[in-house]
């Protein structure tokens, strides 16, 4: 139980940083936001987030990371198919 508690944590932080990153690599022009890199950032970062919430039973901010998540999937399909 602890290390799957422990598991789903760093699922969270990892989410955190991920679109933290994205946000400051697009913010200072690093990238730009059509880079699939900054949409896998936003995604992986996203799904993080949404697990986390989800088994913490946190519904607002789980909707919030899964419609983010469903976002930056359109959004990396949409550079793919380019």
Known sequence: MYRKKSLIGML???GVAATV???ILVSFSL???TNWLYQLLNFT???GITIETYYKKDYQ???LNFIWML???AAI???LLR
Do not use: K, Q, T
């Open 71 to 73: 976002i930056a999937a």
């Open 31 to 33: 990238i730009s936001p």
């Open 12 to 14: 969270g932080w990892y």
């Open 21 to 23: 990153l994205a946000y």
């Open 61 to 63: 901010p789980f909707w």
């Open 77 to 79: 399909i949409s550079i």
């Open 45 to 47: 970062g996203a799904l």
